[in-house]
């Protein structure tokens, strides 16, 4: 069994900075792949990116080279930065674990003015 915490969320300005961290606790060493997602209001849960556990990633399109993805392995912990923020990334935003399939409870963006 796995668990994944997220945090570091909040409300930043439009062009400003988050990074967000995914702590995964438990079975650590059964995860191969852990996602990040983001579900705007009103809209379904978007893929945004993946690293793999021999360090590979990869980034949806839109994120259009805004978003990045590292991790520290001693800290069992992936993160998600966004930079470049924009009124449209307002999100909940959730770190998702394979396999299993285990999901965080979300941290919230909200880029506002």
């Known amino acids: 069994q796995v668990q994944l915490v997220e945090s570091g969320g909040g409300l930043v300005q439009p062009g400003g900075s988050l990074r967000l961290s995914c702590v995964a606790s438990?079975?650590?060493?059964?995860?191969?792949?852990i996602y990040w997602y983001r579900q705007r209001p009103g809209q379904e849960r978007e893929w945004i990116g993946h690293?793999?556990?021999?360090?590979?990633?990869n980034y949806a399109r839109f994120t259009e080279g805004r978003v990045m993805i590292s991790r520290d392995v001693a800290k069992n912990t992936v993160y998600l930065t966004l930079r470049a923020l924009r009124l449209e990334d307002t999100a909940v935003y959730y770190c998702?674990?394979?396999?299993?399939?285990?999901w965080g409870q979300g941290t919230q963006v909200t880029v506002s003015t």
């Open positions: 438990g079975d650590v060493s059964s995860l191969h792949t």
């Open positions: 998702f674990g394979l396999p299993g399939s285990y």
């Open positions: 690293v793999v556990n021999n360090g590979g990633k």
